[in-house]
Nanobody
Framework: VQLQASGGGLVQAGGSLRLSCAASGRALSSSATGWFRQAPGKEREFVAVCNWSGGYTYYADSVEGRFTIARDNARNTVTLQMNSLKPEDTALYYC???????????????WGQGTQVTVSS
């Protein structure tokens, strides 16, 4: 399966962005899908994950209440709605697909190329 993340950009603090993860070669509906991010000089960190149906979601404490992960299995996509963005949210955002909705990046088999999110203060 190939994953394509898109929707990143430059936004002011307090603004919103909507990231999208599109899959080809395999239905995303058969996988848990997660979002991770990596800022320059930092480790990659977990952001959010949903299970195959979207009925289960889990968020990092740092984004809980501001970000929402959702899936559209008919379009084979998973989105990450990001509201009330902060400068510390600036990072390269990746989507990934795996067997279980797990916050550990090592459990994911497929990764997208990343989309840059920059939040200015």
């Amino acid at each position: 399966v190939q994953l394509q993340a898109s929707g990143g950009g430059l936004v002011q603090a307090g603004g919103s962005l909507r990231l999208s993860c599109a899959a080809s070669g395999r239905a995303l509906s058969s996988s848990a899908t997660g979002w991770f991010r990596q800022a320059p000089g930092k480790e990659r960190e977990f952001v959010a994950v949903c299970n195959w149906s979207g009925g289960y979601t889990y968020y990092a404490d740092s984004v809980e209440g501001r970000f929402t992960i959702a899936r559209d299995n008919a379009r084979n996509t998973v989105t990450l709605q990001m509201n009330s963005l902060k400068p510390e949210d600036t990072a390269l955002y990746y989507c990934a697909a795996g067997d279980y909705p797990d916050p550990r990046s090592a459990t994911y088999h497929y990764w997208g190329q990343g989309t840059q999110v920059t939040v200015s203060s």
